[in-house]
Structure formats: structure tokens, C-alpha cells
């Protein structure tokens, strides 16, 4: 049976219903401030007629409520942190596109190039100003406000998190070199703590002792730190039919994934490749090959195991319960268990 599968829709119906509540998306056509809002997560065109556009999977709201659920809780509590979590996620978007000059997402226009930069920062800060207006929400569900306003200080305090690692990913892109200890440094921030973030909420709305949701958190963070690492793996080596994008663009593009800053910091030959103004095929190759002398994937690839392994260590040591807790372990197996 595969119980993620089956609470997973039920969840992301709820939150979906908890995120238009949130931001004003009833029936009635929204005036341009909300309207934008509502493009951003594909209910609106960019007429602002109704539209249905795969917004992703929700992963972490989805997360965050397995959580609370398998550690005794009752999912449906939760679902206004889920919902602020994905308003935050939602939030990063709309500023990381601007920030990156990113003219597509999800197969559509992205926020700023049909309204502009000025706008699409200001609908950005909205978005960030309501997630935290959904959580507040969390009391309507019969949270106890010492709870809620815990769940607001870690909230915020992530906030905090995930701006320096974007402050480190953009400053990473002016700087020769990068070491490995900085680039862990940055993913934590950019993409773990938010994971973490999910599965201590979940598991503290449940009602759950200090060590347990410590156990929780820590299962996050490193589910976090494992599936970037394991992302950087498959964008150098992955099956290109299994992965659906080229595994070379990570190298054409000269992103500075684990692997590659390994690479760099060992090896003289592909720190002279790496300035060449140009890449093509043979440029790929070349970066490749290196990169396999180095011993570049062999240490991603233990570095991927060590976080995988300590994710579902702590895991285990949470003790998740119930259908929700089969589902977290189906969650970890489909997000630690591709190919690499």
C-alpha cells in the first residue's frame, strides 16, 4: 500500500485550500495585487482569467504534515504552518527569478517580465507578509499560542536562514574560488533548513517532547542536504532518461555544484579549463574526465550517503507512528533512493 500517495492528495488539497483563503482567491476576478499573486502560483493567467498550472509537488507542506502526523498529531492542525511554509517557498521564487533574470518558470512567463521588476519585488513581499499571516492562523485550529508563537520565532528565524544562503549563492557567482565547507554552508541555508523547518513545525503542532522534535528537525536538514548533493551527482552523471534534463548543462553552464568545487580545489588542469570563455562538448568531456580523476563523484557520493544515512537515523529515532509515518519513509526513499 502505498500510504504517501494516498495522504498526500488528501494534504495538498488542503493546503492549496488553505493558500487561497490566505490569498484572497475566491470566484470573483482579483484586483492586480492579488492577481499577480495568484499568476505566481498558476490559478490566474496573465489576463487574470482562472487557469490550472502544475504549481510542483508541495513536497514540504507535505512534509510538514506527514510529520505532525506521524508523531501523534492531528494532521489537519498543522495545515495553516504547511501552508505558510509554501507561501515562504513561493516567496523565494518570486525574488529569485528576479534576482537571476529568470524568464521562465513552470513553462510560463515568470512574475517580473510581464508586470516588471518594481512590481514583481513588491508581490514578492506580499507573499512573504501573508505566509506569516497563515501561520498566525494556526490558533483557529485549536494551536495553543505558546505553540503558535514558537512556530513563528523558528519561522522567522529560518527566514533569516534562507536569505544568506541566497546572499552566499550570489556572491559565490563573483568569486574565483569557492571552497566546500562554504558551498555545504550555502545549501544548508538555501535549501535545508527549510525541509528542517517542515518537519519541526509538523512535529511540534503535534504536541511532541523537545527531543523528539529535535529528531524531527535533524531528519529534515539532512534529508535536505542529501537530495541537493544527490542533485549535483546526477547533473554531471545522471541518466539523462531518468533525470528528463541534460546531464551536461551543469558543466556547459559552469555551475559550481559540489562536485565541480571538489574538483577545482584539487586539481590545477581544470582550474585553467574552467577559464575559457566558451564551453561546448568537448569542454564537457574534458571537465568530466578531470572531474573522475579526482575523485570527485566518490566524495559527493559518500557525502550523500553520510546525509542520508543521518536523515533516516534520526528518523528512526523519532519514532513515527501510523499510515504518516510509512509515508515519510516512502517520501525519503523516493527523494534519497535515485540513481546515482
Known amino acids: 500500500m502505498n500510504e504517501f500517495k494516498q495522504l498526500s492528495q488528501e494534504m ?89 533574470a529568470s524568464p521562465t518558470r513552470r513553462g510560463r512567463k515568470t512574475l517580473w517580465t510581464i508586470w516588471g521588476q518594481e512590481q514583481a519585488i513588491n508581490a ?40 544568506q544562503g541566497q546572499h552566499a549563492d550570489m556572491f559565490f557567482e563573483t568569486q574565483n574560488s569557492v571552497s566546500v565547507s562554504d558551498y555545504l554552508a550555502m545549501i544548508t541555508g538555501k535549501t535545508a533548513v527549510l525541509l528542517s523547518l517542515c518537519t519541526e513545525l509538523g512535529a511540534l503542532i503535534s504536541g511532541k517532547d523537545a527531543e523528539t522534535v529535535h529528531h524531527y528537525a535533524q531528519f529534515g536538514l539532512n534529508l535536505g542536504l542529501a537530495f541537493q548533493v544527490i542533485d549535483d551527482i546526477l547533473g554531471i552523471w545522471g541518466d539523462e532518461s531518468l533525470i528528463g534534463k541534460s546531464a551536461s548543462t551543469d558543466i556547459l553552464t559552469k555551475k559550481k555544484t ?15 579549463l574552467y577559464q575559457q570563455e566558451t564551453t561546448d562538448e568537448t569542454f564537457v568531456q574534458q571537465a568530466i574526465h578531470i572531474l573522475d580523476s579526482t575523485g570527485a563523484r566518490e566524495d559527493a557520493t559518500e557525502r550523500a550517503t553520510y546525509y542520508s544515512e543521518t536523515a533516516l537515523g534520526h528518523l528512526e529515532e523519532a519514532e513515527p507512528a501510523g499510515p504518516a509515518g510509512a509515508a515519510l519513509q516512502q517520501l525519503s526513499a523516493m527523494l534519497l533512493q535515485r540513481s546515482f
Open 12 to 100: 495538498r488539497q488542503a493546503v492549496t485550500a488553505e493558500m487561497k483563503a490566505v490569498l484572497n482567491a475566491t470566484e470573483a476576478p482579483p484586483d492586480l495585487f492579488y492577481g499577480m499573486l495568484h499568476y505566481h502560483m498558476g490559478w490566474r493567467d496573465d489576463q487574470l482569467q482562472p487557469a490550472d498550472v502544475n504549481a510542483g509537488k508541495q513536497i514540504r507542506p507535505v512534509l510538514c504534515l506527514l510529520a505532525c502526523q506521524a508523531a501523534g498529531g492531528n494532521w489537519q492542525q498543522a495545515v495553516p504552518a504547511a501552508a505558510a511554509i509554501e507561501l515562504l517557498h513561493n516567496f523565494s521564487l518570486i525574488h529569485d527569478d528576479i534576482e537571476d
Open 124 to 163: 514578492g513581499d506580499a507573499m512573504f507578509s501573508l505566509a506569516h499571516l497563515a501561520l498566525n492562523r494556526l490558533v483557529e485550529r485549536g494551536v495553543s499560542a505558546e505553540t503558535a508563537v514558537h512556530a513563528l520565532r523558528r519561522f522567522d528565524e529560518t527566514c533569516v536562514r534562507l536569505t
Open 258 to 272: 559540489l562536485p565541480v568545487l571538489y574538483g577545482l580545489n584539487q586539481n590545477n588542469d581544470l582550474r585553467q
